[in-house]
């Protein structure tokens, strides 16, 4: 599968190196062995970018593969055709929005193909596929503030999504440690808080990740990694780097529970907006997302 991308975003945590994909023998050979049935298409670079998307898709069914998610911006999708085929084939669209207006999107991406992504999410809406959707929406310096314009776009146009993946920015990849890029917790929550009320009173799920509980005072049930918690999950995700050393965590009540201290954010800004809790988190009324 192609290891490319047809865009240039900012904060893209994992960007593509030139390195070939796996050999797909080799993959198909790992999803026999393992009898995987489900299987997420995404990383390090954009799976929908090369000719051979749909010959892997193939491929992987064959070989036992029963569920597909793929992670896209959704440019590829602005084909009908394109389109039509994977709305036959896969089963949830997970589309990386960085902003639903075009100035916030062209400076995330560095691309002018605003128009294309909203195609693409249009395509989806119109083959019957909205309930499909999972807008994934990175949280970094240049949107924050149009968080609440964000959620208001997604009650307008996509009431019927599956939910919103609301992410603050890894201070990895194309990051490198830049403060113009990661923004102070303590500046994005208004923001967040009100996009997240927004999307509850449409009746729309959704959830927040990699951003502290105790930045997110009476808003905790909406956080990720409480989710992963409360069904009995690791709090972090396979590949996501350990929690950071913080004594305000360690005094906190709601550690086991929270994305904690992250290594990559301390770089930039440091441990001072990080306090301890003495809410138990099991008092947590959660916020369905799924």
């Known amino acids: ?15 593509p190196r030139g390195e070939p994909a796996a050999p797909l023998n080799k993959v198909l050979a790992e999803v026999r062995r393992r009898r995987i049935e489900a299987v997420s298409l995404e990383g390090g670079g954009e799976p929908t970018a090369g000719n051979d998307f749909f010959d892997w898709v193939a491929a992987l069914k064959k070989a036992g593969v029963r569920r597909f998610m793929l992670s896209t911006n959704g440019v590829a999708l602005s ?7 994977a709305v036959k084939e896969i089963d949830y669209f997970t589309v990386n929005l960085p902003g639903a207006d ?9 691309s002018v193909k605003f128009p294309l992504a909203m195609k693409g999410l249009e395509n989806l809406k119109a083959m019957g596929a909205a309930d499909r959707i999972r807008l994934f929406h990175i949280i970094y310096r240049g949107n ?15 009431p019927d999504l599956a939910f919103v993946n609301f992410t603050f920015v890894r201070n990895a990849g194309r990051v490198a440690d830049s403060a113009e890029l990661v923004p102070r917790y303590s500046e994005v929550e208004p923001y967040l808080k009100l996009a997240l009320g927004r999307l509850k009173l449409a009746g729309i799920r959704a959830v927040v990740q990699n951003f502290p509980l105790c930045r997110l005072g009476n808003f905790e049930g909406f956080s990720f990694e409480f989710h992963r918690w409360r069904r009995g999950d690791r709090v972090l995700e396979a590949g996501v780097a350990g929690k950071a050393a913080c004594a305000a965590c360690s005094r906190c009540r709601l550690e086991p529970a929270c994305c904690g201290a992250r290594k990559d954010y301390l770089r930039v800004h440091g441990r001072s907006e990080l306090s301890a809790s003495s809410l138990d988190p099991a008092a947590i009324r959660p916020e ?3």
């Open 1 to 15: 599968m192609a290891r490319t991308c047809n865009l240039y975003c900012r904060c893209c945590q994992s960007p």
């Open 79 to 85: 084909d009908p055709a394109f389109c039509r085929k």
């Open 102 to 110: 075009e100035r916030t999107y062209a400076h995330a991406t560095r």
């Open 144 to 158: 924050y503030r149009r968080l609440p314009a964000f959620a208001e776009w997604t009650a307008g146009a996509l």
């Open 288 to 290: 369905p997302f799924q």
